[in-house]
């Protein structure tokens, strides 16, 4: 096996060039010399194996991801349950965040436009979780994308609504990460990415900002053609 290419030199535009050519396992494994013979299942692995050592902000685990339903700004019953068959990306944010959570917005944006322009499109959702259903109300929230970059297409933002206050931050702590509420009313917390796969696997933590969005989308690639 040759040795892998450092994705940090490889610069995103031409990852998008590779990805609208063929958005295969096949072009992935080329772009990180892990061999063009090996099963998709085998270069997922060798590929989260790599990523786990050059990646300093990510964290492979392969673990169910919590379920659950929730509601998107018009209303709507979404579950995790109905992205089967897709690669979902989850974040958990509030709207009344001063700092980091439009900083995260913006990355999950920055991604999102990266994708848009390949055969991923159709097989990636994106879904931020408000951590805040008593001040993120409907209007707000359908607001929020628009005002970040982010593509109604494959995104969306759901809520446990007014009457289930505490809810997505039991959530959030299902998922490993912790919102504490302040006297402020602000919320102390963590960053993290959750890339799950198809079958609802969580598959991934991608922490803070500073992970290289070419090594999450080359993850997402190598989940869009995995079927184990």
Not at 34 to 58: M, P
Not at 124 to 130: D, E, G, N
Not at 139 to 145: F, I, L, N, R
Not at 191 to 199: A, E, G, P, Y
Request: some cysteine; overall charge negative; glycine content about 6%.
């Amino acid at each position: 096996m040759s040795d892998l290419v450092n994705t940090r030199n490889v610069s995103d535009a031409d990852i998008v060039r590779v990805f609208r050519g063929a958005a295969r396992v096949v072009a992935m494994t080329a772009l990180l010399g892990l061999g063009t013979t090996t099963s998709a299942a085998h270069s997922l692995k060798a590929l989260e194996d790599k990523l786990q050592e050059r990646e300093r902000y990510v964290q492979i685990v392969q673990e169910p991801a919590p379920d659950f339903t929730l509601q998107d700004a018009q209303g709507r019953e979404i579950g995790l349950a109905d992205f089967r068959g897709k690669v979902v990306v989850l974040n958990f944010i509030y709207t009344n965040c001063p700092d980091i959570c439009p900083l995260h917005s913006e990355r999950i944006a920055e991604i999102q436009e990266m994708i848009e322009p390949t055969p991923m499109r159709e097989l990636v959702q994106f879904i931020s979780i408000t951590t805040d259903p008593l001040r993120d109300t409907w209007s707000v929230m359908k607001d929020y994308g628009p005002d970040h970059g982010l593509d109604p297409a494959n995104w969306m933002f759901l809520s446990s609504g007014p009457d289930a206050l505490d809810a997505t931050r039991d959530l959030a702590g299902d998922y490993g990460l912790k919102f504490t509420l302040t006297d402020s009313g602000s919320q102390m917390h963590g960053l993290v990415t959750f890339l799950i796969d198809k079958s609802g696997n969580n598959r991934a933590r991608y922490h803070g900002l500073k992970f290289h969005p070419t090594n999450f989308i080359l993850q997402i690639n190598a989940l869009t053609n995995d079927d184990h």
